[in-house]
């Protein structure tokens, strides 16, 4: 089945997995499958038509909401769920399609009756790794891909965003990273970023002027501009020093600028080292308590060119803390009588989540929901927030 696949999927587009998986599924008695993917805001899944489908067709029949169904537990609890039989309904199994950890959605199948099912089951997320693989590897290259996790049109600093960004999610054994962003159709200038080099993992978030196209520009611009300093080996100060000078290069002083967070982690000691750039320091959540915010004397906002000198700050992590970074649409998002939604009610959000077992990229999806349900349904500034827990040295075993 594996290298069916593998051989079938080089000259393959994204429509064509429908049909590939279904092909090679059946060489181990899996049926009946079908590619569910997640929109960007993680509302709904999506079914994957292949070629000769009519896409709206096949999403009005089979579009399934994440809250409140089978599939969509699976997609949120990251593990395969049964529905047994029902009249002519044959039993199905709902399988999360996982690229390292990022949820893409979730693969529908059925299994014969004479299977063993336990041999079935691990066929079943055999097949799903190998399919999310295949989906990451084409989606870059596929306008259907993009047109069927959208639910509506998109703005140009959001299309520029969107490509800009890593995933949502990454973890090892050492660290897990989670991100969300809201408005998800209409971005201006908010942006993360994070990456890995050696034993260090590099975090950012940043916060553009304005909240249009330029907005945009200007937020692509810092994220391009810190990934090129970084990559030359360069500490955090000289990294927000060779933005600024891009940005002042670009548009002139003062004309656009960013806040940001700008720092590393490393991954052996937990010893996190930041830079404050104008935006609102990091909050270490531990022990299931909000512990501290993480105060380090701030340097003006990139691109102003006012010449206060930047600090180089280090805190030291325990195994298990959280440290959170946002800009200012998380909390600021009011309410319709005005109250904002606050810092306080942000991570006491996330310490909840956290005590209720969900997985930060679950906990995350859950609080973009809450920012946005508390604005009723829109926001007027963009909302970012990364979340990187610190897992240490000794604790091995994978978790989301």
């Given amino acids: 089945m594996l290298a069916g696949l593998a051989e079938a999927s080089h000259l393959s587009a994204v429509e064509d997995l429908p ?6 599924a059946a060489h181990v008695g899996l049926y009946d499958a079908l590619i569910h993917l997640a929109d960007l805001q993680q509302d709904v899944l999506r079914p994957l038509a292949g070629h000769g489908a009519d896409e709206e067709t096949e999403r009005e029949k089979s579009e399934l909401r994440i809250d409140g169904t089978l599939a969509g537990r699976a997609f949120q609890e990251v593990r395969v769920l049964f529905r047994s039989p029902s009249g002519d309904e044959p039993g199905r199994w709902w399988v999360p399609l996982l690229d390292g950890t990022e949820r893409l959605g979730v693969l529908r199948l059925s299994v014969r009756p004479e299977a063993d099912v336990e041999r079935a089951q691990e066929d079943m997320r055999h097949l799903a790794s190998m399919m999310a693989l295949l989906l990451v590897s084409k989606r870059s290259q596929s306008d259907s891909y993009a047109r069927l996790v959208r639910t ?3 703005n140009v600093a959001a299309e520029m965003q969107w490509n800009l960004l890593p995933s949502l999610t990454f973890a090892n054994a050492e660290v897990v990273i989670g991100a969300a962003l809201e408005p998800a159709y209409e971005l201006g200038g908010d942006a993360f970023d994070y990456a ?26 810092a994220v391009a501009a810190c990934r090129n300093r970084r990559r030359r080996n360069e ?17 002139g002083v003062g004309n656009r600028f960013a806040t940001a967070v700008l720092a590393n982690l490393d991954m052996r000691t937990g010893v996190f080292t930041w830079v404050n750039r104008g935006h609102h320091p990091p909050v270490v959540i531990r022990g299931g308590r909000w512990v501290t ?5 701030p340097a003006h906002p990139m691109g102003l060119g006012l010449g206060l000198p930047v600090f180089l700050c280090r ?5 298990g803390d959280r440290v959170l970074l946002y800009t200012d649409g998380m909390t600021e998002a009011r309410n319709r009588v005005g109250e904002e939604f606050g810092l306080e009610r942000l991570v006491d959000f996330i310490i909840r989540r956290g005590a209720d077992g ?11 929901r809450s920012v946005l349900e508390y604005h009723d349904g829109r926001l ?8 990187v827990e610190w897992r240490g040295g000794g604790q091995r075993e994978l978790c989301l």
């Avoid at 049909?19 to 090679?24: R, T, Y």
């Fill in 380 to 387: 007027q500034d963009d909302a970012t927030v990364l979340l």
């Fill in 235 to 251: 500490d955090l100060v000289v990294v927000s020093e060779g933005i600024e000078e891009v940005l002042i290069k670009e548009f």
């Fill in 293 to 297: 915010t993480l105060r380090c004397p």
């Fill in 358 to 368: 969900l997985p930060v990229p679950e906990t995350l999806r859950r609080l973009i």
């Fill in 152 to 154: 509506r049109p998109m």
């Fill in 19 to 24: 049909a590939l998986v279904e092909e090679h």
């Fill in 315 to 319: 805190e030291q992590l325990e195994p």
């Fill in 196 to 221: 890995l080099s050696g034993e260090s993992v590099h975090l950012a978030v940043f916060d553009a002027m304005g909240h249009d196209a330029s907005a945009g520009l200007t937020a692509n611009l």
